[in-house]
């Protein structure tokens, strides 16, 4: 993943745990044609939570690749896939849209997973392989019946299994 912002972001301390991240990792960074550091970080640090990348987004800042899971319940799994999600929905040859559920929103070469009552959806299940973008998953944060998971979040979840 690509974290994405100015030099006064990086030392704001509401970010400290994610430069910290940065830092003790000896992530790759760079600057960028519009003078902010790019610095390349592995997904998987236990640090890096969706709160705290929402957050820098908010600051001004931009996240990119972010490999995330949603977690959707029984109910939302059978649920119409929410507004402004890429791929939401289907056009045919007639030119009828025809809106996705989330049991339906992945590609012929993905995968949902099940770990007891809740279902587990990649957010790149159906745009891959591109993860959808903070704006993207803004929208299910918070909403009753999704949560969004980390690769380590999920990991510990599978763990368990």
Request: with cysteine; hydrophobic share 35%; charged share 25%.
């Amino acid at each position: 993943m690509r974290i994405i912002g100015s030099e006064d972001l990086y030392l704001n301390a509401n970010f400290k745990a994610l430069t910290d991240v940065i830092v003790l990792r000896n992530a790759r960074r760079e600057t960028n044609a519009e003078g902010n550091i790019v610095a390349h970080v592995h997904s998987n640090h236990p640090k890096i939570t969706v709160e705290l990348c929402l957050g820098w987004v908010q600051a001004g800042g931009e996240v990119e690749d972010l490999p995330l899971f949603i977690e959707l319940t029984e109910a939302k799994y059978d649920n119409q896939v929410l507004a402004g999600i890429p791929n939401r929905s289907t056009t045919d040859e007639e030119g009828v849209e025809t809106i996705l559920k989330w049991n339906e929103w992945k590609k012929p070469n993905n995968t949902h997973t099940q770990i007891g009552t809740k279902h587990y959806i990649m957010t790149n299940a159906n745009i891959s392989p591109d993860y959808l973008k903070p704006s993207e998953f803004a929208i299910i944060q918070g909403k009753a019946g999704y949560r969004l998971l980390t690769n380590s979040e999920y990991a510990a979840l599978s763990d368990g299994e």
